[in-house]
Antibody, heavy 122, light 113 residues
Framework: ELYLLESGGGLVQPGGSLRLSCAAS????????MNWVRQAPGEGLEWVSALSGSGGSTYYADSVKGRFTISRDNSKNTMWLQMNSLRAADTAVYYC???????????????WGQGTMVTVSS | DIVMTQSPDSLAVSLGERATINCKSSQSVLDSSINQNYVAWYQQRAGQPPRLLIYWASSRESGVPDRFSGSGSGTDFTLTISSLQAEDVAVYYCQQYYTTPYTFGQGTKLEIK
């Protein structure tokens, strides 16, 4: 069965850091680009970052550029999102999502995790 | 950035009736070299992650009931549910994956009338 499992969310103070993990199972992880998408409470979906299958190409939303870093270890079937200088506006459920077709990024997202909640508050 | 605008914001339809959701992109998301529109539709039920319904604007994802269909090209796209079922109550999002930042529509809340 294909699945993604996020972890690492929690409560953090403004200016703090958090590292999210996304563990993958049931598919050849290295063959697919991966994404992070977030959803603030009661709000819509916002794409955050993408990473090619090899990990060599990364992409970020302007709202997180310079603060967040996406990475992966294909030997561990795991992706991470390192989040620094966190702000209240970063409060959201963070989902990892798999690109539908290949290692390039321009594909729809066919598998989503259940999400992990990040709350930035003092 | 490409802005995706959905209409309506909410929709109430009777069971068995047709539901139509529209999505307009601020610029074309058609790659004419491969004749594909980089648009997807997702369903998000309450408390659940999004679920891919449609990709390439009109291709139905495996396991998605055939009452769901997508159409459109260029900048105008439509998701149609031909005969609404109770389990279709959800928020529906369109998305462009033509270029980063990938962007989603604001969502359309679908309810039973």
């Amino acid at each position: 069965e294909l699945y993604l499992l996020e972890s690492g969310g929690g409560l953090v103070q403004p200016g703090g850091s958090l590292r999210l993990s996304c563990a993958a199972s049931g598919f050849t992880f290295r063959s697919y680009a991966m994404n992070w998408v977030r959803q603030a409470p009661g709000e819509g979906l916002e794409w955050v970052s993408a990473l090619s299958g090899s990990g060599g190409s990364t992409y970020y939303a302007d709202s997180v550029k310079g603060r967040f870093t996406i990475s992966r270890d294909n030997s561990k079937n795991t992706m991470w999102l390192q989040m620094n200088s966190l702000r209240a506006a970063d409060t959201a459920v963070y989902y990892c999502a798999k690109a539908r077709y290949g290692s390039g990024i321009n594909y729809a997202f066919d598998i989503w995790g259940q999400g992990t909640m990040v709350t930035v508050s003092s | 950035d490409i802005v995706m605008t959905q209409s309506p914001d909410s929709l109430a339809v009777s069971l068995g009736e047709r539901a139509t959701i529209n999505c307009k992109s601020s610029q074309s998301v058609l790659d004419s070299s491969i004749n594909q529109n980089y648009v997807a539709w997702y369903q998000q039920r309450a408390g659940q992650p999004p679920r891919l319904l449609i990709y390439w604007a009109s291709s139905r994802e495996s396991g998605v009931p055939d009452r769901f269909s997508g159409s459109g090209s260029g900048t105008d796209f439509t998701l149609t549910i031909s005969s609404l079922q109770a389990e279709d109550v959800a928020v529906y999002y369109c998305q462009q994956y033509y270029t980063t930042p990938y962007t989603f529509g604001q969502g359309t809340k679908l309810e039973i009338k």
